[in-house]
């Protein structure tokens, strides 16, 4: 099993992924402005199921090669710092968006529709498998057991925390969405406290000690 110390940093690292905006995102504060929570949690339903199906593929992936190349944990490790900079750089830079600036025009869809558009927009997005590959071989070693094994504890620790700050967004999408509207001052606040987290989560993964 994977220490706690290791799990709440990788927590934190899946909590700088979901405040960051992407697919899921504007998909699940959209669906929540036009169609309402029970739309936006629906949805969010898909979106977990997306979650899961990267899981299930990245787990057997690293099962298979990450311990039979020395270097992919390097390499990996080097993507992972990358990405979160990268990210960190698009939360702030000019023209880009904050989380409730979304658009709001989308049409009403069934359930079925809501849950399938949410499983796919995840399983078709990018972010999260790279998250997922970059992020997973830092957090696993040999000494704590099965690597298969491993690899579902972060991602059971990566759902649950999507699951909890994405289903406070899709029930208060409406009236934060508003709020922003009222108080633009504070997106860019918003903006910068995303990014410092994401950077500060880089610097502490570059610096890190490789196993």
Request: glycine letters at 8%; hydrophobic letters at 55%; aromatic letters at 14%.
């Amino acid at each position: 099993m994977i220490p706690v110390k290791d799990l709440l940093f990788f927590a934190l690292a899946a909590f700088g992924l979901v405040i960051s905006p992407g697919p899921n995102m504007i998909y699940l504060i959209s669906r929540s402005i036009t169609q309402g929570r029970k739309a936006g949690l629906i949805s969010l339903i898909g979106v977990i199921c997306g979650f899961l199906f990267h899981i299930v593929m990245v787990s057997a992936g690293l099962t298979a090669v990450l311990f039979a190349v020395p270097v992919a944990y390097s390499i990996l490790k080097t993507l992972g710092v990358f990405y979160l900079l990268y990210l960190a750089i698009q939360a702030v830079k000019p023209g880009s968006k904050g989380i409730f600036e979304m658009r709001s025009d989308l049409k009403e869809d069934r359930s079925v529709k809501l849950f399938s558009m949410g499983f796919f927009t995840n399983v078709l997005n990018p972010k999260v498998a790279v998250f997922y590959l970059s992020f997973f071989p830092q957090f696993i070693k040999p000494e704590y057991g099965s690597v298969l094994l491993q690899s579902l504890q972060l991602g059971l620790t990566q759902i649950s925390v999507s699951f909890t700050v994405n289903a406070i967004i899709v029930l208060s999408a409406a009236r934060t969405a508003v709020w922003f509207a009222q108080n633009p001052a504070w997106i860019k606040i918003q903006k910068w406290f995303m990014a410092g987290i994401l950077a500060g989560l880089a610097l502490k993964m570059a610096f890190s000690k490789s196993k």
